[in-house]
């Protein structure tokens, strides 16, 4: 990149706002000047943006951990959004909050007796 020339700083400011009022519109409503993210993916999109393989998806959805769509009867399709509430949905405890469980039931345990 060339060097930037004391002159060029408020051009150049003005260029940097009008990049981060798009990328803050973009995270902020899914939308960029209009366009609209997809909302249904194909098996190659779905593999890319949960970070697998396509087989590893493929596996998944042929076992219904994912549900699916399949217009026609040929590709299969998954919608955003659903991808969203899987990924959420598969949260693990953390370490203390494992513990906390333990306590909680031995206390209940202790109770009993």
Known sequence: ??????????EMMALLLEKVER?????LTGKEDGI??????NMEEAAEYIGISKSSLYKMTMQSELP???PGGKRIY???SEI????????RNSKAEIEQQAVAYLAKQARKR
């Open 1 to 10: 990149m060339d060097k930037i020339s004391f002159e060029q700083l408020p």
């Open 23 to 27: 990328l803050e519109n973009l995270l």
């Open 36 to 41: 609209v993210l997809k909302e249904m993916l």
């Open 68 to 70: 699916t769509y399949r």
């Open 78 to 80: 998954l919608k955003r």
């Open 84 to 91: 969203n509430e899987w990924m959420g949905s598969q949260r």
